[in-house]
Nanobody
């Protein structure tokens, strides 16, 4: 069992930046692939980015490529999502998630693949 706590959301103007953090409890952080998803009002939860257990492989939603960067610090049990050049359409609740069934370099892009979820953090981008 792992608990995930997100932080770093907030209100920012278009073109601005935010860094989201996701800190996991427990000692087995390196056994989890990590992902970030988002959900806007009236829409389904959407994949944003994922990173492998090793940190050596990543995957991104096409709409955020070149603007967002996912990373992890296994010594701090924390995953990050650096978001630059934010747009109003990035407004959503952002969730981090952990997948315990991945091999060292695999990434997961579907919500059903993930075993644990954080409570979410609101990101609002004003125009």
């Amino acid at each position: 069992q792992v608990q995930l706590v997100e932080s770093g959301g907030g209100l920012v103007q278009a073109g601005g930046s935010l860094r989201l953090s996701c800190t996991a409890s427990g000692r087995t952080f390196t056994t989890y692939g990590m992902g970030w998803f988002r959900q806007a009002p009236g829409k389904e939860r959407e994949f944003v980015a994922a990173i492998s257990r090793s940190g050596g492989n990543t995957s991104y939603l096409e709409a955020v490529k070149g603007r967002f960067t996912i990373s992890r610090d296994n010594t701090k049990n924390t995953a990050y999502l650096q978001m630059n050049s934010l747009k109003p359409e990035d407004t959503a609740v952002y969730y981090c998630a952990a997948d315990r069934d991945l091999t060292l370099y695999a990434v997961a892009m579907f919500p059903a693949q993930y075993d644990y979820w954080g409570q979410g953090t609101q990101v609002t981008v004003s125009s």
